[in-house]
Every structure is written in C-alpha cells, then in structure tokens.
RNA sequence: GCGCCGUUGGUCCAGUGGUAGGACAUUAGCUUCCCAAGCUAAUAGCCCGGGUUCAAUUCCCGGACGGCGCACCA
C-alpha cells in the first residue's frame, strides 16, 4: 500500500499544473528543493486573480486599509510575539526504531506536568531519565537521548557580523501588530478599524507534502480588524445572515455521529455555535468569497477548532476547510483559512516589550468625576531612611495607593490614636505607628503614612486608554488557488472526444478571452489581430493563437480555463461563401452557430467554455460584452 | 527526521551491462470554412555523486527530489 495512493485527480492536476504552466517545483535545474514552488504564467495570473478579488472583497468593500510589511524582522519582534518560545519543537529520537518524537509530548502524556515545553530541553531530558519514560512507538526506554530543538522559523542576519538576528516571519500578521501605533493614528483613532495585508510568509516545515498545500514559503491574505471589546459599532451581519455553509462545531465534531450544521450564518450566530458577531460575519463573507473564486461548496465547511488545537493567542477560532481528495474516496480535508478571535494577546505583548503604546483611548459618553487616590512621597525622609531603595519605595506607595487606598486610610487613623491608647496595629499593609509597609524586591519597608503625602484627589475623566481586541481572518493564498483548481477540474466529451477543462469563474480565469482566426490565410489574422488589440486595449486578458486546427486552440485554452473564445471568420470580413459550397461536414454543423441564418458581417462568434456553444456578436460590441461576462454583469445564456 | 516505493525528451510511459523507443505536445510545410483530423519533416531525454566493470541509463552504496505511511503542522 505503498506507492501512488495519490488520486487520479491529483495526480492529473499536478500533470496539468505544470505542462500548462500553473506551478512547478523551484530550482528543479538543481535537484529542486522541498517546499518551494515557482507559479508559471498561467499559476502566477490565477494567484494574481485571486488575490486581487480578495482585495475587493476585504480590504475595499469593508473600508480597510492595506499595508506591506517586511519580510525580515528582528529578533525582538518575535520574541514578543511568542514565535521563538513556540516555534522551537523537542524533538527526542529512539535509539531502537529511529522514531522522532516531541519530548515535551511525552513528559506531559506520562507524568504530572504541564506545559512541558516551557521546563527547557535540559529539564526535559532529566525528567525523561528520571521517569524511564519509553518511546511510544516500540516501547525502547529513551533515557539518556539528546533532546535536540528544531525550530520552524527562518533565521537570518541583519547586516554584517552576527550581532542583529532577524528572522523571516511565519505569518504576516505581526507586521500588522507592530505597527499599531501608527496605524491607529491613521484609522484616528477610531474603533473598529481594519488593516490587510498580501504577502508572503515562511516556516521551515520539518517535511513539506502536497504539493502547493505544505510548503515552506507561501502566500497569506491576512485582515487584522481591531474592535473595542466592550463597545463600538458591530459589523453588518445582515448582510450575510443568509448565507449557508456547513458548520462543524466543537459539539458535533465530538458527537458520535456528529455531521456539520447545514445552516445559515445567521442562525450559527443566534444559536451561540459561533459567538462573535464579527468572526459570524467573516465566516459569512469568507463563504462567499471562496464560492466566488470557484471553490465547490458541497466540499467546504467551517470547522471549530477544539480546545486542545486552538493557537497560543486565540480565544475562539473557525477553520475552513476544503475536501480535495478524488471521488470515492474518504474526504480529505485541509485547512484554507482560520478565523480567530486573537482577543488583546498580541497588542498586550507589543505593548509590554516595546517603548510604544499599543492602546488607544476610549472616550466615555459623559466624563465622570472620580476620587483618586495619589502619593506625593517627602522625599527628604524616605531617602535618608532607604538610601537606594527610595525610588522603588515611592513607586510601590503609588500602586499601594492604587490597589489598596484602605491601608493608608487604616495607617492613618491608627496614627491619630496611638498617641491616645496605643492599639494594635492590623494585619496588612499598616504597620505599626499609622505607618504602611510596601515589599520592594522583597524586603519590607515600613513608612510613616505622614510621609507618604496620601490623599485623594478628585479627578475628572473624559474616557479610558485600552487595549484593542482583534479579530483575524487569515487565509493561505497557495491552498485556495490548489483548492479551485481541484474543484474546478473536469473532464468530458465533445463531440465523441475526451476533453479537459477548467472550469474557473471568469474573474479569476488567467487568461479571459482567447482570440483565434479560423484559418491562418485570406486576411483573417491581420483582422483577428486587430480584434485581440482591441479587447486588449479594455484591459482585457487576451490569448491570441493561430497555431493549428481551430479544435485544438479551443482545447488549449480549455486546459488553463479561459472562459470565452472568439473567432474571426470569412463572415467578419464579409466574405462568407456560398450555402451550397463549403457548408461544414455534419459534426461541425451542429456546432455551428446561427444554423437558420446567414451570419451578418462584422460579427464574431463568441465560444463559452462550459458548454463549447457558440453565439454571433457584431465586432464593435465585443470588448463591453466581454467585460460584462468577465464581470458577471451579463450572462451568456441570454446573450 | 524514520519507513516503503519511485525518478528515462515539455508531458505520460516502454526498455537495455555496449548511451535508448513510443504516444501526446511543440515548431515548420502541405491540407483544412468552428471543436485535440490527416500527411511530411524538425526539435528534444536516461536526477546527482561514488563504487564494481573493458564498458553503468541499467548492478551496488550514498545523496537530492517526489508519492504514501509515521511524526510534525503556532
């Protein structure tokens, strides 16, 4: 059960992919490298295509603004982001089956601790010795192995010499974070506001499979929406209340015979399967997207991730999911994008490890009075009595004042009766004498509350500093592209022949028109030429070809899915010959359009791809026709 | 990283211890008035390194790459 389980789909695919010119592997001159694909003509106009509805559907229509962020950061960045804690994998080997195997995995599977990750490769190893913990898989004690780290980031140098470590960044999103500061400047201020981002991003995948869907560069389309987690405008949910998709919640996917909600956004958000109004609304807009692309929604859903698969920064994620396996065979479901409520995580760490602040300020509706408790430490005591310390000292009376007022109040009053009876000074914070006590690197000072200068001061405030939260759909260009070309892949008969098409949506088709003399004489180039020239000129993606039979042209163009073919004959140039002479053999004449008429000069025969029929445009109609098909403003049934 | 299998024109395959053949595609010419037609010709290939051998595309070892399984996949 070795060799080629691959589907006959995919391996078709593949074939086509790179004869026609859709993707190849990279540097295959050299013995190709794992992981890295170059996109053809064909792969790179289709990427292009896809990439640009995507920017039309979420970066345009929702008002967002885009950005391109490097793909080199330095070290610190990811250090905040939590990518080189998380992205450094334990891997432990077994001495007998040569089996590699997530050391941490195992601590946590066989003893009491948790996060094992976190105890460092050293600690890891000790525990492993100090259990006799064996290998899963044959049962050999693997005591005493290295425990060697491999990490998933792509490390690079900044500049000459070693000093400044940068690496590549293993999803576009942090380029987005980082820049908050600024980009709240720009959006002034305003809550909710949303930023995109195109580009690519990189993990050095320990084996990178399937072809475009694992690879170790790829493309991601990223929306960073920040939202006021407590207030501000909700998205406009009724505008995809109604769109169905299959929803496969946590409960269904841990029922016995859990199969997917076929319901509509709407009632996934009401119902409480999907939480967030905004994550229902991209899941909403995402669905409509992708059927748009050309992606087959009897083979897609959204899949909750559960519990124990959620990322490191996310409260609540949905998957989409796309079933590229052949037919008749099990589903194979990969995952196209993720829709994650990120919560403050990564706004929260920017703000902590850099000098900028990543917050912006609520404005209440009313500003409001309140009473705030403040120190104003004498500083001509506290230094003499704390030397060094005083600094310190005066910082912790001021979060003392914060957090806990009641101790100076308390301080206070014992103050004024010690002269009287000399009580007992309470537990806390009070210490004897009306003095407070604060731990400063654990040490206690005790200062006389009449140093402290407490007081509460009333404050007028007209709003609060927070932290956004953020909502991110992010989505892998390379698997939805992979994606449509699977589900768009067909294969029938014309006229007793096997034919291969693609059938793509015309929006995202490479190439839109295919323009073809039917034969390479009497003049008809030059004026087919002139045609494609034309339709070029309206911004249209024309293939022009001459080369052999006018069969195998529409074939060609079929292969990589252009959706329309024109053709100039001897009608277009008004030299259409005689009924009797050179009426087309009968196969042909029942392709042949306008059988009960004489074709009118100056037209064309427009070809639809899906169904090979043909109609007669005049030639001065043709690039708004085209452009009304492309744009799917017009239908080409009712032409 | 581990295991099994594989790698021959652009693509898909056949084959051999004495450096290879087909199909499709491509190009040119003829033919052809709408769906991969026909004829003629041309272009183009044994994954890389080492070993055995007089001689290796073929046998052996190693590597790269690919498919599948395991592991991994923030």
Redesign the pocket.
């Given at each position: 059960?070795?060799?080629?389980?691959?589907t006959g789909t995919?391996a078709d695919l593949t074939?086509l992919a790179?004869?026609r010119g859709f993707f190849t592997?990279s540097a295959g001159a050299y013995?190709?490298?794992?992981?890295f694909y170059t996109f053809g003509p064909q792969g790179a106009s289709l990427k292009d295509n896809i990439e640009n509805s995507w920017r039309d559907r979420f970066t345009l229509q929702e008002g967002n603004m885009e950005i391109d962020a490097p793909t080199v950061m330095p070290e610190p960045v990811f250090e905040a982001s939590g990518?080189l804690d998380?992205?450094d994998?334990m891997l432990v080997?077994c001495p007998s089956?040569?089996?590699?195997?997530?050391a941490d995995?195992i601590v946590e599977d066989n003893t009491e601790y948790e996060e094992a990750e976190g105890l460092g490769p050293d600690r890891v190893g000790q525990i492993i010795e100090e259990y006799e913990l064996v290998c899963p898989?044959c049962g050999t004690g693997l005591g005493g192995r290295a425990i060697e780290d491999f990490s998933?980031?792509f490390e690079t140098n900044i500049g000459p010499g070693s000093s400044s470590s940068g690496y590549l960044r293993?999803?576009t999103a942090q380029g987005i974070f980082v820049e908050f500061p600024q980009l709240k400047e720009y959006a002034r201020n305003r809550l909710p506001f949303g930023v995109t981002q195109i580009g690519r991003a990189y993990?050095n995948?320990?084996?990178?499979?399937?072809?475009l869907l694992?690879v170790r560069e790829f493309t991601q389309a990223e929306l960073e929406l920040f939202v006021d987690p407590e207030d501000g405008d909700g998205p406009d949910l009724d505008s995809v209340a109604d769109v169905v998709a299959p929803f496969y919640g946590v409960e269904q996917q841990e029922a016995e015979d859990g199969e997917p909600l076929e319901i509509t956004v709407g009632e996934a958000h009401e119902r409480g399967l999907v939480a967030d109004p905004w994550i229902a609304y991209y899941l909403g807009a995402g669905a409509e997207w992708y059927r748009s692309i050309g992606v087959d929604m009897d083979r897609f859903r959204f899949r909750q991730h559960l519990s124990g698969?959620?990322?490191?920064?996310?409260a609540d994620c949905w998957d989409a999911e796309a079933d590229v396996s052949g037919p008749g065979v099990e589903p194979d479901w990969i995952e196209l994008a993720g829709f994650a409520y990120r919560s403050d995580y990564d706004l929260s760490k920017h703000d902590e490890y850099s000098d900028e602040d990543y917050t912006v300020f609520r404005q209440y509706d009313e500003p409001v009075t309140v009473e705030r408790p403040t120190v104003d430490p004498d500083m001509s005591a506290l230094g003499p009595a704390f030397g060094g310390a005083a600094g310190d000292v005066a910082d912790a009376l001021a979060e003392l004042a914060a957090e806990d007022p009641e101790a100076f109040r308390e301080a206070r009053s014992a103050s004024d009766r010690s002269s009287g009876d000399g009580e007992k000074p309470r537990d806390g914070d009070a210490g004897e004498d009306g003095s407070v006590v604060v731990d400063v690197d654990g040490e206690s000072y005790e200062v006389p509350v009449e140093q402290t200068g407490f007081a509460v001061e009333e404050v007028t405030e007209s709003g609060e500093h927070i932290v956004p939260h953020v909502v991110e759909p992010s989505l892998g260009i390379d698997r939805a592209l992979y994606t449509v070309l699977d589900h768009c892949y067909r294969e029938d008969e014309?006229?007793g022949?096997?034919?291969?098409f693609l059938e793509l949506p015309a929006e995202v088709a490479p190439t839109t028109v295919g323009v073809f003399p039917?034969?390479?004489?009497d003049g008809l180039s030059e004026r087919a030429q002139e045609v494609a020239a034309d339709l070029r000129e309206q911004g249209l993606s024309v293939a022009y070809d001459d080369?052999?039979?006018?069969?195998?042209r529409?074939?060609?163009q079929?292969?990589v899915g252009t959706p329309f073919c024109v053709?100039v004959?001897?009608a277009t140039i008004g030299?259409?010959?005689d009924d009797s002479e050179?009426?087309?053999?009968e196969?042909?004449?029942?392709?042949?359009p306008s059988s009960g008429e004489q074709p009118r000069e100056g037209t064309?025969?427009v070809?639809e791809r899906d169904t090979?029929?043909?109609k007669r445009i005049a030639t001065e109609d043709l690039p708004e026709t085209l452009v009304a098909l492309r744009d799917g403003d017009a239908a080409f049934s009712e032409m």
């Open positions: 059960m070795s060799e080629d389980n691959e995919s074939e790179k004869r592997q013995g190709g490298v794992s992981g990518h998380g992205f994998d080997e089956c040569g089996e590699s195997h997530r995995h898989t998933l980031m293993p999803e993990r995948e320990i084996s990178p499979r399937k072809s694992r698969e959620r990322a490191h920064y996310a014309v006229d022949e096997e034919r291969t039917l034969m390479d004489r080369s052999g039979a006018i069969g195998r529409y074939r060609r079929d292969e053709t004959d001897y030299e259409a010959e050179g009426e087309p053999s196969a042909q004449s029942a392709s042949e064309v025969t070809r090979t029929a043909q």
